[in-house]
């Protein structure tokens, strides 16, 4: 199974500024990975697929890049919404796997 | 717009059986997969089950296989999560996810609220 490591863990950053959130597969998943926002108490959300598509009704703010083993999720300039728990997930091999998270908090 | 309805969860005692049920609307549910995800107490994702869109096709993770059975009624837009011998590890809130089945897997682009499944005694 492909492990899928987040980092860093917990990311403090000021309302505004811009975020990087990261995610390593510990193989290939070529652009077969999806970006989730989970808030407190509610259902994720689908933000990104195929490593760089914005899904329906997603801002601009958020984009997605990388290839391969690495990726990396930008917010480009946080709104109070936008705190949260973000999750990757590859969709390329089988079964598919879940980063463990990155919280994004307010600093 | 799409809806996914959840429901089933509760408190049941280890080795016990629960069935949970999620009723999809907004959306042609026929011509999808669908699956469960859930998510421990303060802990990440985990996909459970999965379904082709006519059900003629499941699939577990290790971690439930020969315990759990995926079924649905796409006449009535519906998937069952059938849950025997449950554990304290199987304690977790469970979502139904609309499934977009892409290379091996899928990626999901519409979740439901969830519903908790408590394993106690």
């Known amino acids: 199974e492909i492990v899928m490591t987040q980092s860093p863990a917990t990311l403090s950053v000021s309302p505004g500024e811009r975020a990087t959130l990261s995610c390593r597969a510990s193989q290939s998943v070529r652009s077969n990975l999806a970006w989730y926002q989970q808030k407190p108490g509610q259902a994720p959300r689908l933000l990104i697929y195929?490593?760089?598509t914005r899904a329906t009704g997603i801002p601009a703010r958020f984009s997605g890049s990388g290839s391969g083993t690495e990726f990396t999720l930008t917010i480009s300039s946080l709104q109070s919404e936008d705190f949260a728990v973000y999750y990757c997930q590859q969709y390329n091999n089988w079964p598919g796997s879940f980063g463990q998270g990155t919280k994004l908090e307010i600093k | 717009e799409v809806q996914l309805l959840e429901s089933g969860g509760g408190l049941v005692q280890p080795g016990g059986s629960l069935r949970l049920s999620c009723a999809a609307s907004?959306?042609?549910?026929?011509?999808?997969?669908m699956s469960w995800v859930r998510q421990a107490p303060g802990k990440g994702l985990e996909w459970v089950s999965g379904?082709?869109?006519?059900?003629?096709?499941?699939n577990y993770a290790d971690s439930v296989k020969g315990r759990f059975t995926l079924s649905r009624d796409n006449s009535k837009n519906t998937l069952h999560l059938q849950m025997n011998s449950l554990g304290a590890e199987d304690t977790a809130v469970y979502y139904c996810a609309k499934a977009i089945a892409l290379a091996a897997f899928y990626y999901f682009d519409n979740w439901g609220q969830g519903t908790l499944v408590t394993v106690s005694s």
């Open positions: 379904s082709s869109s006519s059900g003629g096709s499941t």
């Open positions: 907004g959306f042609t549910f026929s011509n999808y997969a």
């Open positions: 195929g490593a760089s």
